[in-house]
Structure formats: structure tokens, C-alpha cells
């Protein structure tokens, strides 16, 4: 029997993940996520799926069977809408809580795209009015908000452990699917594909994001299953983590200094996990006395409907947290947060004179209301851009993380003033070691590891420890590469 791999996204490169997978007529996709990077780039990769169109209407062979989505994060989920704008309408498999965190992040990705094309539209006419270079014409939106709705409405629910029959069958030929918790954020997950044909079954386990243990909040990763093929991510694939007793530290300096100069705190940040666990960190901290009390503003109408949904997910909740939930009101801060809803709200927090964080989107500094922050907020040496997640290259989030002295930002250049610091321990991806960890009870089993899922850098040094440690043979594929394994 033979599986045939389509690599055609996040390959050598971090976000964009997408693998379409065939055996024996049925074809599954394994996520369908949002590039990000140049916008040039970024236009064309976004617009291509996997499959045709005609495909994916069911109107040419082979269509397609089913998605597999392993968690809700844009750069896994992000192309969706796109999916079911060029006509698929099968299932979409995921976890309760992803479905429920879908809703409102599909919705605020096509408002991104939507005010995007807007923006390039009256750009392209102010400039062809004064007889300036126009640039890019006008396009319409990559997709709308009611292509995400038609999307959300295609998302099934599995439950971790429940093997779920994607296409064919378990007897003659099919595909099923096992998913186990990730530990990366709430409700993601790795997914072990089982593929049969004519009564023999290969097994490729899809990692989706590797998570790490004692993160706040979720629960720590799963034992990953046994398998024939592995593709895994490689984001840190050539770091490791500090520990976190080391960021607390860091953070409390950071706050304690910008504050006593009467700054701002920028944080990029995505509206999932990173926000709740930083808020959790700077709770405890505050509770204990290490840091001042002073405003947070979480800054994106996407962020509190987000919180609900964590709330509502208890299931995916490490003991810790459930116990700690139950012995106090506000036991994650989360009600020490003021959110600000409409643009004149958060336009209103550039004129307050106080000392104040903000947490906003988008995570790299590619779009949503961060631009308006970072404008207002980078040329002043008394502020703070704290970075708390991965920056793909060529995102304005690594200019800054480069400490480069200018950088445009909506279109105007802009010298950065404000002190850039980075904490990546707060990431919720394995660093070189646990991912090395992560695979150790799958790997005995193992014919063959696809890397994905990282910069071609840190691909070379995870591949080169990985064959040390393991003796496996170990691929880094390009975007469009096709493999058969059996
Ligand atoms: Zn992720």
C-alpha cells in the first residue's frame, strides 16, 4: 500500500500549515492555516490551496474527504474560511474547544482581511489622485466574515482518545483518526492518521504544535502514540527556553522600570494563551507584592470573548488550575483586566498620562489594533515593547526583535526609541530538548520524520540531533514536495 504526502505549507518556513494526505482514492487535509510574512508573499501563498477549487467544490477528482484541524491558532486554521469560499463543504474535525475559539478568531481574521483590501483600495486612489505610484491595485478580501461563518458551520467535534473515521473505511480502505492533547494551548492536539488499504495499515502521526509541561492553565502534553511516520514542527528546533522562575525576574525589572519612568507597556500578543498566561504571571506577581499595582488593557475585541471560552473548557484544565479556580473568585486576574471594545476606546489610551500595559494583536505585529499602539508608542525611550511569542521573519514583530532603528509601520517609517525585550519562555511551543523528549516513545517505531513547521535553520540542527539521538532518517521538505511512504 502507499501513502502519498503533499507538503504545501509551513515548510522550511513557520506558519501557513497545511499537509494534504491521499491513500487509495481518499484524501485528507491536515490543517489549513494563514501565512504570514511579506505581504507580497503572503497574497499569492494564502490564495493557492492544497486542492483546486474544482476540487474542493466537488467538481473535479480527486476531491476532497475531510480536514483535520489541530488547533485554533491562524497560522493552523486561517485559510478555512478560504476552504469553504472555494466551495468545500465536508467535515472540518477538531477538538470542543477549538470549534468554540474558531468562532470568534476565524471572524477577527476576515475582519483583518476585510479592512486590509479597504485599506489598499483608498490607498491605490489617494495616490493615483495627487499622480503618485499607486503600488498594489486594489483586490477583493482574501475572504469575508461570511465565509468564516460558512466555515465555523462545517467544524465537527472529536474527542481526545475516540478514534473518528475520516473517509472510506477501517476494512478495506480509509483513513481514521486518534487525536491526544498537545499541551501547546487550550484544546489543541497531535493527530495519529491511520491509512488502510486492502486490510494493511500505516500510521503517520501529525505533532500539529508540540506544547511543554507546566504551562499554566492547560493540561501538560500527552504520551505521543506510536506511529511508522512523524511530522513534526520545528519552530525551536535550535533553542532552548530559559527557565521560568528566570522570566519572572525579567518581567518584574521590566515593569518595575518602565513604570518608575512613567512609560507604557506594548505587548503584541495573541488573543489566545499568551495573553491569559501573562496576565496570570503579572497576577501572581502582583499578589505577592513584587510588582505595583497598575492598569492592563487588553485591547482586542477578540480577547474577552476568548477568555469566555476558556472559562467554559474546564475539561481541558490542568488540576492546578481547576483548583486554584475554585478557591477564589478571580483566581487567574482575568478580572483585574479592562477591555476595550471600540476603536474609540482604544484610541482613548494613547492620550492617558499614566503608566499602563496593553495587550494587543496581532502576535507579530502584522495587522489588527498593535499598529496603532507600536505608531503612537515607538518613538518614546520611556516605553516598552515586550515580545512574547514566535516572530516569523520579514513580520514587523522580528524588525523590532532585530532591534532595528526604523521601521514602517501603517505605511510611515518610524525610528524606534522605546526598549524592545523579548521573553520567550512564555512560548507555548517545545524548545530544542523537549521536542527531542516529546518523540522519544514514538520513535523506536519510526521508518521516517518529516520536519515542518520551522525556519530551515533551526530544521538543520533539530534534524542533525535528531539522527544523532535516534539514528532515523530525517526530511525537511519544500512547499509543493510529494512523498510516498507505505
Ligand atoms: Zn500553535
Same mark, same amino acid.
Given at each position: ?6 507538503? *504545501? ?15 487509495? =482514492? ?80 476565524? #471572524? ?18 489617494? !495616490? ?11 483586490? /477583493? ?9 460558512? %466555515? ?10 475516540? /478514534?473518528?473515521?475520516?473517509? =472510506? ?9 486518534? +487525536? ?31 506544547? !511543554? ?10 504520551? %505521543? ?78 480577547? +474577552? ?28 486576574? *482575568?478580572?483585574?483586566? #479592562? ?7 482604544? #484610541? ?28 503612537? =508608542? ?43 525585550? +523579548?521573553?520567550?519562555?512564555? +512560548?507555548?511551543? %517545545? ?6 523528549? *516529546? ?17 530551515? %535553520? ?10 544523532? !539521538? ?9 512547499? =509543493? ?6
Amino acid at each position: 500500500m502507499a501513502i502519498r504526502l503533499h507538503f *504545501w505549507g509551513a515548510d522550511q518556513t513557520v506558519t501557513g500549515s497545511s499537509h494534504h494526505i491521499e491513500c487509495a =482514492g481518499q484524501n485528507v487535509l491536515l490543517d489549513c492555516g494563514l501565512f504570514q510574512g511579506r505581504r507580497e508573499d503572503a497574497a499569492n501563498i494564502n490564495s493557492h490551496l492544497a486542492l483546486t477549487p474544482e476540487q474542493l467544490a466537488g467538481k473535479a477528482a480527486p476531491g476532497l474527504n475531510a480536514v483535520v484541524l489541530s488547533h485554533a491558532h491562524i497560522d493552523h486554521s486561517g485559510d478555512l474560511p478560504l476552504l469553504a469560499k472555494q466551495g468545500y463543504r465536508g467535515p472540518i474535525y477538531t477538538t470542543p474547544s477549538t470549534i468554540d475559539l474558531c468562532g470568534p478568531m476565524l #471572524k477577527d481574521s476576515a475582519h483583518i482581511q476585510e479592512s486590509d483590501a479597504q485599506f489598499i483600495g483608498k490607498r491605490y486612489g489617494r !495616490r493615483q489622485q495627487i499622480k503618485m505610484p499607486p503600488g498594489p491595485g486594489p483586490e /477583493p478580501p482574501l475572504y469575508t466574515q461570511d465565509d468564516a461563518a460558512q %466555515a465555523g458551520q462545517l467544524l465537527r467535534p472529536v474527542k481526545l482518545h475516540e /478514534p473518528q473515521v475520516l473517509a =472510506g473505511s477501517t476494512k478495506d480502505a480509509g483513513f481514521t483518526m486518534t +487525536s491526544t492533547n498537545a499541551g501547546h494551548m487550550l484544546g489543541s492536539t497531535n493527530v495519529l492518521m491511520e491509512a488502510t488499504e486492502k486490510g494493511q495499515t500505516v500510521r503517520l502521526l501529525f505533532s500539529g504544535d508540540v506544547g !511543554r509541561k507546566n504551562l499554566p492553565i492547560i493540561r501538560d502534553p500527552d504520551a %505521543a502514540p506510536a506511529a511508522d511516520y512523524l511530522i513534526m514542527e520545528s519552530t525551536y528546533g535550535d533553542r532552548l527556553h530559559s527557565p521560568m522562575g528566570d522570566v519572572k525576574a525579567k518581567l518584574a525589572g521590566l515593569v518595575k522600570a518602565v513604570l518608575a519612568r512613567g512609560g507604557h507597556i506594548i505587548v503584541p500578543a495573541f488573543a489566545v494563551e499568551r495573553t491569559q498566561q501573562l496576565v496570570l504571571l503579572l497576577h501572581q506577581m502582583i499578589e505577592a507584592g513584587e510588582i505595583p499595582e497598575f492598569p492592563i488593557f487588553v485591547d482586542s475585541p477578540l480577547a +474577552s470573548a476568548v477568555t469566555e471560552v476558556f472559562k467554559k473548557h474546564q475539561e481541558d484544565w490542568d488540576a492546578e488550575a481547576c483548583a486554584f479556580y475554585h478557591k477564589g473568585e478571580d483566581a487567574f486576574g *482575568w478580572n483585574r483586566l #479592562k477591555y476595550t471594545q471600540t476603536v474609540q476606546e482604544s #484610541k482613548a489610551l494613547n492620550e492617558l498620562k499614566v503608566p499602563f500595559m496593553v495587550l494587543s494583536a496581532s502576535g507579530m505585529c502584522e495587522a489588527g489594533r498593535i499598529l496603532h499602539h507600536l505608531k503612537n =508608542g515607538v518613538q518614546d525611550p520611556r516605553n516598552l515593547v515586550l515580545i512574547t511569542g514566535y516572530q516569523a521573519p520579514n513580520t514587523l514583530g522580528s524588525k523590532l526583535v532585530a532591534k532595528e532603528q526604523e521601521v514602517n509601520i501603517l505605511g510611515e517609517p518610524m525610528r524606534v526609541r522605546a526598549q524592545v525585550e +523579548s521573553i520567550d519562555s512564555l +512560548s507555548g511551543h %517545545a524548545d530544542q530538548q523537549e521536542l527531542l523528549d *516529546w518523540m522519544a516513545p514514538v520513535a523506536p517505531t519510526l521508518k521516517k520524520v518529516f520536519l515542518v513547521h520551522g525556519e530551515l %535553520a533551526a530544521m538543520t540542527v533539530l534534524k542533525g540531533k535528531i539522527e544523532e !539521538r535516534y539514528k532515523l532518517e530525517v526530511v525537511c521538505p519544500k512547499r =509543493g514536495d510529494r512523498f510516498e511512504v507505505g
